[in-house]
């Protein structure tokens, strides 16, 4: 079991998860919490562009790649044959904070909050099939009222929900 606090955002393509991901990062760290997160991608992914020396390292066959400056450092794992990694390695992989915020992973089992958009992929509620699913967020009315239901816009209501799910605090 991993040792942060978690707390997921889930739901269908276009339901505001990256832009409330932003959002609840901002406020929180603005609060003076320390925030870390996990992004789920479901398709193959770069951070690196053809041509940096990053680049052609793994293109050469590294199996991990260290970037380091004095601002920030990445490391990049190539997978090559190996399966993707679970949630728990991913967090084991992480470095102290307060709270991971986990984006998609729509599966796993942590407490999460459902976001529910007019222009999503889907309109199908994940809650009645997730238990761990503790509260939704909506850009329109939600007849569902037996999970607490949030405006998708009020972050800070969806913050302090999150920090006393998660008991970053005692209220």
Known sequence: ?????????????????????????????????????????????????????SFRHREAGAHEVAIVSGKRFAIMHELRDESEPNLEE????????????????????????????????SREPLSPSDPHIVAIAADHPVADKTLPVFDLSDTEAIADFILQTTGLTAE
């Not at 992480?94 to 999503?120: F, M, N, Q, S, W």
Request: some cysteine.
């Open 90 to 121: 991913i967090l084991g992989r992480l470095g102290p904070c307060d709270l991971v915020l986990i984006e998609g992973y729509k599966r796993e089992p942590v407490p999460k909050i459902e976001l529910r958009r007019l222009e999503a992929k």
């Open 1 to 53: 079991m991993t040792p942060h606090r978690v707390f997921g955002i889930s739901g269908w393509k276009n339901s505001g998860k990256t832009g409330l991901t932003e959002r609840l990062v901002q406020e929180l760290t603005r609060r003076g919490y320390r925030i870390s997160t996990v992004k789920h991608a479901h398709h193959d992914f770069d951070i690196d562009k053809p041509g940096a020396d």
